[in-house]
């Protein structure tokens, strides 16, 4: 298998558009690629290198574009291909680098393959996805299995007037293609090269994970807890040895040997040992790999019936999580670094702090941009924006991966008022908020009142105008830090040498270094409060700090809140 040999995402920085809320560039409320486009220029002053692109294929945004209903057509509210092949070219010239996001698991239901699948059930179409007979349970008919899905209860979807149901891993609107037929893995090639030949630079493959499934469609035995005779058991569906053919086909067809990046979206389930297998820098079908490990070290996840109060970063587990993919595939892969995108909330809600919000901002930029790996941040992160503190159930519910959710909350008793500080801590919706450009109405997304829900985050002096303007910023920290981690010392310094832990056992502190020539050292206080932490070295500089002065004597860091140092040390 040919890989790229130049491997270029090392020296870069990635950024995550979520394309809705990134700004309106024709005054309909809604994101596009005008938009996008209008704002290159903020994104080469950020220093990001690579875009990745949330969905902007056709689809009737059941699940926001993760549902397509033509791969080869532009969702006339992002704009057309002559847009995109616009946007290609700017950021070209800018030096900034296009990855779209390709969904391969699954299409919409109203996709024409499966208008015509559902039609005709003799039809070639409809041996692209998954139809199964129901099983007959006393004269109740039920689905072939017991498998549940992420967004509802059960993964089958009764076909009307039929015995027969469909599977789909995310929302009944999200039909599973089936890439044991040949056929589709061709389809799917296809794609790619006409986007290639267009002159992306990547692909982001959502839910990659999943495209081998367990054909014998055998009930799950894992215990079913709310007892609703449905499980999500991601053995069925995520992970499967024949992934690893899928995408070592995917590479060769599709990619033809071009040097085009290939990112796998590969899901919580995921070994660090079979990820290594996926992303092996000579023989993995891909090159870099997401999994969730690093997110939710905070008992966020499903914490309906929690306090706020109870949501504590788990510093020792994120280490944890940091080190033991580290370990795994640092000789063999490489890796992206990301604390959050689309799918979660902000990264200032998660691991933060609203009271320490400047500082805390800081520190995570730092802490991360600085690990070994490819840093990917999610759009207004470099912003310090909030999460949607102020929304209702409706507008959580808006996003299918939430509203089913909610149903069940309901059923299970949980009060509004629970399910909603929930919502407003957990849900995805979070962070699909319109970025705040400035301070005139509506942050300066759009002229008109935006389609989605959006925060006062712009009023609070939370936007791109008054940050660029205030030297102390958290947009202009980001700035620093990322064109320190692209200077190719440093960048060669963090790629290529081992990362040590500093004081590995320290609840609260993150600290690593890179020894080389110099050696740059990391040290971050994670907590709203102060703490100690011991330090054996002298400090020669003091590259990036978001906090003044330095407290230290006797060989002890006082660290204030979210205190976050970069030093070159000896
Ligand atoms: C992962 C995407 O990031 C998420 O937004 C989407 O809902 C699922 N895949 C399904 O495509
Ligand atoms: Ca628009």
Redesign the pocket.
Known sequence: MEKNSDRWWRNEVGYIVYPEAFKDGNGDGIGDLKGLISKLDYLKDLGVGMLWI?PIFASPME??G?DVSDYYAINPRFGSLEDLKLLLSEAHERNIRILLDL?L??TSKEHPWFQKALADPSSEERSYYIFRKGKMVGDKLLPPTNWGS?FTPSCWEKVEGSDEFYFHA?GSG?PDVDWSNPKVRELYAEIADFYIKLGVDGFRL??VAHLAKDLSFTDSDLYDEDGDGFVLDPSKFSNRPELFHYLEEFREKALKGRSVLLIG?VGGSVQPYEGKALADRLSGPLDLLFNFDTVWNNGNFGSIGKKDEEIVTDVMQLKHNFTRWYDACHNSCDMPLYWC???HPRLLAQYGSRIYRKESAKALALTLLFLYGTPFLYQGEELAMDNLIEGSIEDFAADV?TADSITSYRKAGYSDEQILSFLRRAA?MNARTPLSWDSSPYGGFSEVKPLLPYTKDYLAGYNAKVEHDDPYSVLNFYRSAIALRKNTYYNNLVQNSQLEWIDWNHQDVISYLHRGYTTIMVITNMRPYQVYFTFNFQIADVLLHNYDGVLLSNHVLTLRPFESYLLVVK
Do not use: L, Q, T
Request: negative net charge; glycine residues 6%.
């Open positions: 949330c699940d926001n993760y969904v698991n699954h992420f995310f999200m959502d839910a979206e995108n689309h799918d991966g995805r």
